[in-house]
């Protein structure tokens, strides 16, 4: 079959309805959604005041006032509860999904094609909120995977997952590609973080980016710290295979690269890509 199919069961849902559900995300959130349509979802975040990352998740319009976050499974509790906090007087409810709806993701050269495409990249295939039935149809004519075939694939495209890839609250939207992949509106006005989230685009400040890793062999399965001799360059995330993504230090990389220093994960040298969708670069040699 020329399409794989997958049941994302680390993920859950939280409904956000109300006569303004829009209008409040909209001023909480990093990705501008004023203009998303019924059925499609858009990758977005939660920030704190100094513009770092508390929680990443998708948002899919189901209504003219109706949105499900889908969210990290392990995070949704804490989730609610800080959107219910700013929820203050505002004309909404948040509560969680009680449909028994799944996140689900295909990709493929046949995979439907109606079903919506993930907000963050074209490559990984489609995103759906669906039921199970309706997952259990559309998977009939692909292949049903596993979890770490999924991860196999976007570790490919240098994807980064949050809680698996960097700790929330630890990272800020640059330094794991947000800005790369739709994950931050610029241009929509305030909302939490966004006068640093800012200021790093306009200054171009940023000095972190997630990049592919890859080994001849086997990387470590847990992931670990990437060195360049003694000096720390970056932290790997878990590995699929000979692929990894990392967060790491472009200057410090480059550098070591240009000097043809090992870069090591533990025993395993390995190589550093920038991926294919991303608009930065490695930084010129100040020499």
């Not at 209008?23 to 939660?46: C, M, P, R, W, Y």
């Not at 998708?58 to 976050?69: S, V, W």
């Not at 295979?241 to 000097?259: C, F, P, Y």
Request: proline letters at 5%; charged letters at 25%.
């Amino acid at each position: 079959m020329a399409f794989n199919a997958v049941i994302l069961e680390d993920r859950a849902l939280l409904k956000v309805e109300g006569a303004e559900a829009e209008h409040f995300l909209q001023n909480l959130v990093s990705a501008d959604i004023s203009q998303l349509e019924v059925g499609k979802s858009a990758f977005t975040a939660l920030l704190t005041p100094q513009g770092k990352i508390l929680w990443d998740f998708f948002i899919f319009k189901t209504a003219p006032d109706g949105f499900l976050i889908d969210a990290p499974k392990q995070e949704v509790d804490a989730l609610q509860k800080r959107l219910t906090l700013y929820k203050l007087r505002s004309k909404l409810t948040i509560s969680p999904d009680d449909s028994a709806m799944i996140v689900a993701a295909f990709w493929g050269e046949d995979s439907p094609q109606y079903l919506p495409a993930d907000p963050r990249l074209a490559a990984l295939g489609a995103r759906a909120i669906l039921s199970a039935e309706q997952f259990g149809e559309l998977s009939k004519t692909g292949t049903v995977v596993d979890k770490a075939a999924y991860d196999t694939h976007r570790v490919q495209l240098g994807i980064a997952e949050s809680i698996t890839d960097f700790a929330l609250g630890d990272v800020f939207p640059h330094d794991v590609n947000m800005d790369e992949l739709g994950g931050v509106g610029f241009k929509k006005g305030c909302f939490v973080g966004q006068e640093v989230v800012s200021r790093m685009k306009h200054r171009g400040t940023a000095r972190k980016r997630v990049v592919i890793v890859e080994a001849d062999g086997p990387l470590p399965v847990g992931g670990g710290e990437i060195y360049a001799g003694e000096k720390p360059v970056g932290t790997m995330g878990p590995a699929s295979g000979n692929h990894a993504v990392a967060v790491i230090r472009l200057d410090r990389a480059k550098t070591a690269m240009d000097q043809d220093t090992d870069l090591m994960v533990d025993e395993t040298k390995v190589r550093l890509s920038i991926p294919q969708y991303a608009t930065f670069n490695w930084p010129q040699n100040q020499d």
